[in-house]
């Protein structure tokens, strides 16, 4: 008898231990804010294998719970919150103030941990800092950074960073590199009106943190545009300025769908007469984010932007006396027979009127002359749509314009193989059509004067500044005279059949491109103190440069002696190549370790 008492006595002893150590957990799991239930919310208990997803109406259930452990519940789109095990544990979950990306793992951004000095502008800093500048005059206050609009077209702005051009800065989007992959060069004019969907710029200064095989001596431009977010909603902003400005943004998100995708997408439009003389812009930009999470270990982000766009240029500097003559008088050495008092355009009707009517001579810009409204011939240039348009104002015509649509599509991949092995990439695709005009051939010119360059004179011999003279370009190229005269050089035309042949012409210098490239980090903890990130650069594009007949200006051909191969000239018509046609192939391979 006592041997079975000490019997019981012993498996009382020994399940004692699941009773006084052991919980079934049950609760809810709902949002904070709404109090609705989050269905498919996951509560784990830490350090075990013990686990259950919410349900429909947010409730859970976990058997066997260690006393005093920790029960965490977790969702996508929320802050996760942690509790001790008890019989019930409610949870309410914050929504989450992080956005679904991570397109910082591929824009090889610094912390503070980085041996990088670096620059962050946020969004909040760019919205009062730039307005509806381009991008980089958000970045005139950082250290070692010059930035400037230049002559004040809408994109043409540039950069400096420690003395060194943009050729040697590494500008990226949503880690995707910009710079030109034949000359390094970047074009902001591509990226107008995308500040509106960009969330932050890191300037790193210097040799940088970015893994890409990039020329980035001066330093590195990290751009990424605003991640998909978590809360539905949507946003409109109207904003005007002087010089006809006028801007219209349109946002739009669809908040978490399904607890693992959420899309967002911005379009803007923008016009405007510009501040300086003529500058006019015509433009659009769009974007387009996407984020799926597959699963813990899956990360999938789709993104597309764009700025298709087209605007008066002003890039040619001016004589010192164009702005302030009383300033250029008094300068050494300076030759007055330079200064004319009246700077001038010929009218419609060969009248000479001022280009500023009085106003401040630093908004004058020699890129545009007036054109009587009754020449009516059609433009060609092609950046998407029509090919042969009208001319953007009936009474003035640009001699420099650029357009411009430089599409750029990447999806990007982030894949978790374990606690201390991550995996990024992303597959881009970025396409491009558009140029800038310029004259070809003979143009009539006249100089600050009013003094036309004919047969017994040369417009750059008189005073400045010298300006086109586009109607008497079209009554040369629309004549029946057999000779014209342009800066003391006899022209002799040729005739086809009730056809007349242009002495002078507009042209458009075309860049049309279409890169794909690869771009994957494989990133290692190989210990708290220790990090390696090796990885692949891989990009290959096609590009074709040419010169097309943009106007011929009242004529009906062109004849072009560019080509070595008609030595005798070749007859072009609108929309025809013409001085060069060169195509290009460049494959590019990096591989990087850090």
Same mark, same amino acid.
């Given at each position: 008898m006592n041997r079975i008492k000490r019997s019981y006595m012993f498996l009382v002893s020994f399940l004692l231990p699941l009773s006084l150590f052991a919980v079934n957990v049950s609760g809810t799991v709902s949002d904070a804010a709404t109090g609705n239930a989050l269905a498919g919310a996951n509560v784990v208990v830490e350090g075990t294998d013990l686990g259950a997803a919410a349900g429909g109406d947010g409730s859970y259930s976990i058997a066997n719970v260690p006393a005093g452990a920790t029960i965490t519940a977790s969702m996508i789109g *929320?802050?996760?919150?942690?509790?001790?095990?008890?019989?019930?544990?409610?949870?309410?979950?914050?929504?989450?103030? &992080?956005?679904?990306? @991570?397109?910082?793992?591929?824009?090889?951004?610094?912390?503070?941990?980085?041996?990088?000095?670096?620059?962050?502008?946020?969004?909040?800093?760019?919205?009062?800092?730039?307005?509806?500048?381009?991008?980089?005059?958000?970045?005139?206050?950082?250290?070692?950074v010059y930035a400037t609009q230049q002559g004040g077209g809408a994109g043409d702005a540039r950069i400096n960073v420690r003395g060194f051009n943009q050729r040697n800065v590494a500008v990226m989007i949503n880690g995707v590199p910009q710079n030109d992959m034949e000359n390094g060069w970047v074009y902001w004019s591509n990226w107008d009106g995308v500040g509106d969907a960009?969330?932050?710029?890191?300037?790193?200064?210097?040799?940088? @943190?970015?893994?890409?095989?990039?020329?980035?001596?001066?330093?590195?431009?990290? &751009?990424?545009?605003?991640?998909?977010?978590?809360?539905?909603?949507?946003?409109?902003?109207?904003? &005007?300025?002087?010089?006809?400005?006028?801007?219209?943004?349109?946002?739009?998100?669809?908040?978490?769908?399904?607890?693992?995708?959420?899309?967002?997408?911005?379009?803007?439009?923008?016009?405007?007469?510009? &501040?300086?003389?003529?500058?006019?812009?015509?433009?659009?930009? *769009?974007?387009?984010?996407?984020?799926?999470q597959m699963n813990e270990t899956n990360r999938f982000e789709l993104y597309a932007v764009g700025a298709p766009q087209r605007h008066g240029q002003n890039l040619y500097k001016q004589n010192a006396g164009v702005y302030d003559a009383d300033f250029a008088k008094g300068m050494e050495g300076y030759d007055e027979t330079a200064i004319w008092n009246g700077l001038s355009y010929p009218d419609s009707d060969g009248e000479f009127t001022s280009p500023y009517d009085g106003g401040d001579p630093r908004l004058f810009n020699q890129n545009w002359a007036p054109i009587d409204p009754s020449y009516s011939g059609k433009q060609y240039w092609y950046m998407y749509g029509a090919r042969e348009v009208e001319r953007h104002d009936p009474n003035f015509l640009n001699e420099r314009?650029? *357009?411009?649509?430089?599409?750029?599509?990447?999806?990007?991949?982030?894949?978790?193989?374990s606690d201390n092995m991550r995996l990024s990439s992303v597959l881009y695709w970025s396409g491009g059509s558009g140029g800038g005009t310029g004259t070809y051939g003979k143009i009539p010119t006249v100089d600050a004067a009013g003094n036309l360059g004919d047969d017994d004179h040369k417009f750059y011999y008189g005073p400045s500044p010298w300006t086109r003279d586009w109607n008497t370009l079209v009554s040369y190229n629309s004549g029946s005279e057999d000779t014209v005269y342009v800066d003391k050089s006899a022209l002799v035309r040729t005739h086809g059949e009730g056809e007349n042949q242009s002495v002078g012409i507009l042209r458009n210098s075309i860049n049309r491109q279409s890169t794909i490239g690869a771009i994957s980090n494989l990133t290692f903890d190989m210990s708290d103190a220790l990090t390696l990130k090796v990885g692949l650069d891989w990009r290959t594009a096609g590009i074709e440069h040419a010169r097309e007949v943009r106007d011929l200006m009242g004529g009906d051909y062109y004849v072009d002696y560019a080509d070595d191969n008609e030595p005798g000239g070749k007859r072009v018509e609108l929309g025809d190549i013409i001085a060069y046609h060169n195509e290009t192939t460049v494959d590019w391979l990096g591989f990087f370790g850090q």
């Open positions: *929320y802050t996760s919150s942690s509790a001790t095990a008890a019989a019930t544990v409610n949870f309410s979950l914050e929504a989450s103030a &992080i956005q679904l990306s @991570a397109l910082e793992v591929l824009a090889s951004r610094a912390d503070e941990k980085t041996p990088v000095a670096y620059t962050n502008v946020t969004k909040a800093d760019m919205e009062f800092r730039l307005g509806s500048q381009d991008i980089p005059m958000s970045l005139n206050t950082t250290p070692s960009t969330s932050s710029i890191q300037m790193q200064r210097g040799l940088s @943190a970015a893994t890409l095989a990039t020329p980035s001596i001066g330093g590195t431009m990290n &751009i990424l545009t605003d991640p998909t977010a978590h809360s539905r909603g949507g946003k409109f902003k109207q904003e &005007i300025g002087d010089g006809g400005f006028l801007k219209s943004t349109l946002n739009y998100n669809t908040g978490l769908i399904g607890e693992k995708m959420a899309f967002s997408t911005t379009i803007v439009r923008k016009t405007g007469d510009g &501040i300086i003389d003529k500058t006019w812009t015509d433009a659009w930009a *769009y974007y387009f984010g996407a984020s799926y314009e650029n *357009y411009f649509h430089k599409p750029l599509v990447n999806l990007n991949h982030f894949l978790t193989l």
